[in-house]
């Protein structure tokens, strides 16, 4: 498999790890089969839009936040409270390589 489907794995996995849940419990969470889960986490399936999507709802985080840190060329922590999906509005930490828009007056 690619490189972005195994970091897409490890950050789910590192996202899960960090909620203290088992693969089963993130399974029930994003409505999901706990097998395709590790299938996901592995990197041995190429999980659609639609399930990271689940995933994302699911651990409280942004798509972006998956794939992002799934894209990135360096190996990086990923926090389960970077951007939380329930505010609606993504939340940059200082540790965050998010970029954002500039101040423009009105």
């Not at 693969?23 to 990197?43: M, P």
């Not at 894209?71 to 922590?77: E, G, H, I, K, Q």
């Amino acid at each position: 498999m690619t490189k972005i489907v195994r970091d897409l794995g490890v950050t789910v996995r590192r996202l899960r790890e960090a909620r203290g849940w088992s693969q089963e419990q993130l399974a029930e969470h994003a409505a999901l089969n706990r097998s395709y889960v590790g299938e996901i986490e592995r990197g041995s399936v190429i999980a659609s839009i639609v399930t990271v999507e689940k995933l994302a709802q699911a651990l409280d985080a942004s798509i972006a936040v998956l794939l992002c840190a799934a894209s990135a060329d360096s190996p990086r922590s990923v926090s389960p409270a970077v951007v939380p999906v329930s505010s609606g509005k993504a939340t940059a930490s200082s540790t965050s390589n998010t970029p954002t828009a500039p101040n423009v007056p009105a």
